[in-house]
């Protein structure tokens, strides 16, 4: 047979249907690798004829053979191509992923021989371990992408159909505060820095999170242009990143322009009066996402108060309001926090609602203080 020293002749060789195997064989001799085989299972003489082709056509670019790749060696060039191509928080989940689950447990698995089981086999290892649901489903979404990316590199056909979490696996469980909680944040501006009580550089901060519901690196992204004169009204257009880097935020919902709530102006007006600033400057005197999160832990320490993330601020914001069945105004209040969830295109915001959103922001936490004043 003659020898295959470009690509474009295995197009020229046809492959031949092996009834006894029942599958598709194209035999090719190449250089540096000697004669080898190909097979292919789909019955379909198109595309089996096809995929021995895709097959050896790999094998001459690589060098190697698909059918003996294996999934840590590939996973390794998944990571390799998100770092080079996607932002860096984008592969610290895919990139931990892959050291504690998948590699350990898949690593040494041919790609060409992986099904649903052994992806499974991650998911029930984990759910095992004590993950939760969220977790898991992250697990599940970040392999199922790099299948895709897999597949998009003509590596395999495989398409991950039956995965399943496990119904027992737990929930995450998410920290608020309490109203006596709640008060306290709002009337003690002490911590403790280098063991004397002196006044929180960042009370303004937590308390504006807590107020406006805002992801926290969406208040640490905020600028002074950011905010009306008056403080009546923010607009939101970035965020800052565990990275340090701003970023366009977390979702097409994300750039938002609210109306704050009286107690929320207060604390911005504050804010400026305390730590002045002019023109495009950040906002808020915190430029470090890990920063904001150990002031806090130091704050709700010398607090005593339960030691919250600063996330946690924004299910605190959530969990104190209930449901309306208006839905225009649900609507309203789901942009008011920049929801990643579909808003129905059916229904429509109503010119006076952003400003009701704010007042019952206000009526809230008003009743909440005085609840707590009642508890003393």
């Known amino acids: 047979m003659a020898r295959i020293s470009d690509e474009r002749l295995v197009l020229r060789t046809k492959a031949r249907w092996r009834d ?52 840590k060696n590939v996973y390794a060039d998944y990571v390799a191509y998100l770092e080079d191509n996607k932002a860096k928080t984008s592969v610290k989940q895919p990139k931990s992923f892959g050291t504690n689950w998948i590699i350990p447990l ?44 897999c597949r998009k590199n003509s590596l395999t056909d ?49 308390r504006y999170t807590l107020l406006s519901g805002m992801r926290p690196g969406e208040c ?33 919902n ?37 920063f904001f999160r150990d002031r806090l832990e130091a704050y709700c320490k010398a607090n005593n108060i339960t030691r919250i993330a600063p996330y946690n601020f924004r299910h605190t914001f959530e969990s104190y309001r209930e449901r309306p069945k208006d839905e225009s105004f649900q609507k309203a209040r789901d942009q008011y926090v920049g929801h990643s969830k579909k808003i129905s295109s059916y229904i429509h915001e109503v010119e006076h609602y952003p400003e009701l959103v704010a007042q019952e922001i206000n009526i809230i936490f008003l009743e909440i203080l005085s609840y707590a004043e009642k508890l003393k």
Request: proline residues 3%; aromatic residues 8%; glycine residues 6%.
């Open 158 to 206: 495989y398409v991950p159909q039956d995965i399943d979490i496990p119904l027992s696996a737990p929930r995450g469980t998410k920290i608020i505060l309490t109203p006596k909680e709640f008060e306290i944040l709002m009337t003690s501006d002490t911590t403790v820095i280098k063991g004397e009580v002196v006044p929180d550089p960042l009370i303004h901060l937590y």
């Open 220 to 252: 640490l992204g905020l600028r002074n242009s950011n905010f009306s004169s008056d403080f009546h009204v923010t607009t939101v257009e970035r965020a800052l990143n565990d990275d340090n880097d701003f970023t366009d935020g977390k979702n097409h």
């Open 254 to 290: 994300a750039h938002r322009t609210i109306v704050n709530c009286e107690l929320a102006q207060k604390e911005l007006q504050l804010q400026r009066e305390e730590y002045p600033v002019e023109g495009d400057e950040l906002f808020f005197n915190c430029t470090n996402q890990q």
């Open 20 to 71: 006894e195997k029942k599958c598709w064989q194209l035999n090719v001799t190449i250089k540096g690798q000697g004669r080898i085989s190909f097979y292919s299972k789909n019955t379909d003489e198109e595309k089996g004829r096809d995929d021995v082709a895709a097959q050896a056509i790999f094998a001459i670019k690589t060098g190697e053979r698909k059918s003996t790749i294996l999934v």
């Open 106 to 149: 898949v690593g040494n698995k041919k790609l060409s021989n992986f099904i649903d089981m052994d992806f499974q086999k991650i998911i029930d290892a984990a759910a095992n371990a004590g993950l939760s649901k969220k977790t898991l489903s992250c697990i599940k979404n970040e392999f199922s992408k790099f299948w895709k990316w």
